[in-house]
């Protein structure tokens, strides 16, 4: 029986801003990584890990310097953002990102509708679409569903995430990707807004790839975790193995790469003073 070709293949992708100055940075340093149709992946890492940098690859924010991306049977290595966004859904860390301000939450979904397709802010004038919007709405429990002829721009951040996150996902795209989507909110709204993630990636069996630093996140969420650091996978668990972490078996990972990283820099730091 033949392996089914899985929904995102990076090979060898390798990423390097500012290179050749005092401020080169390798986020991305060969990366191969392969997603299952279906699957829910947790990418966990540090700051310049290369955890966001991975997802932006996938969305054509950037070209790779080498390497190449495949997303749904098709190589997107040189396919330009606008045009993967027929197949990826995005919702980012900032809550004020992906959104119009000033327009209001109908014309807001109106332009969300528009991804890959050809339509115009007449969805939002009509009828039939505005009950479904409400209905939809409604779902979140924010009480939203009878104001949505209000800014977006006015609303909190967690009502305003939990809204993107809805447009992201209702045309179903191939792809959903979650880059820190909750770290900007306060616990509670946190907690709302992936409780409401977790909801729609099941019931919709979208999968999808969620960046996060937060370990109990990692743990409680998904059946696959990518950790990475400085710009590789450091480690990939999934079915029972991933089951059986915990946050702090995480959090000791991590801690234990950065234990041997300082023991090297002394190490190599008494070397240098040997030959001086």
Not at 156 to 179: E, H, I
Not at 249 to 272: H, K, W, Y
Request: net charge positive; glycine share 8%; no cysteine.
């Amino acid at each position: 029986m033949s392996t089914p070709t899985p929904l995102v293949r990076l090979s060898a992708a390798s990423k390097t801003f500012h290179a050749g100055t005092v401020n080169e940075v390798r986020p991305l340093q060969r990366v191969d990584l392969e997603i299952a149709e279906g699957a829910f992946v947790i990418v966990l890492g540090g700051n310049g890990s290369g955890k966001s940098t991975l997802l932006n690859a996938i969305a054509g924010s950037f070209r790779l310097d080498s390497g190449r991306i495949a997303l749904d049977g098709h190589d997107v290595t040189d396919w330009p953002e606008h045009r993967r966004a027929a197949l990826i859904g995005r919702v980012f860390q900032n809550p004020f990102s992906g959104t119009a301000p000033n327009m209001t939450i109908a014309e807001n979904f109106a332009l969300a509708m528009r991804r890959g397709l050809f339509r115009g802010l007449g969805w939002a004038t009509s009828a039939a679409r505005m009950d479904e919007l409400r209905d939809r709405v409604r779902e979140l429990k924010m009480g939203l569903e009878n104001r949505l002829d209000t800014a977006i721009g006015s609303l909190s951040g967690g009502q305003r995430q939990a809204l993107t996150l809805l447009m992201a996902t209702w045309l179903k795209p191939r792809l959903l990707l979650l880059d820190e989507h909750t770290a900007a909110l306060d616990p509670r709204s946190a907690d709302q807004v992936i409780a409401l993630t977790d909801r729609i990636i099941r019931r919709e069996r979208l999968t999808t790839l969620m960046v996060t630093h937060a370990m109990q996140q990692a743990v409680n969420l998904g059946d696959r975790i990518v950790m990475m650091h400085k710009g590789q996978i450091l480690h990939d668990f999934s079915g029972s193995e991933k089951r059986r972490q915990r946050a702090d078996d995480l959090l000791a990972i991590f801690e234990n790469v950065r234990r041997r990283e300082l023991l090297d820099e002394s190490a190599a730091e008494l070397l240098r003073r040997q030959y001086v």
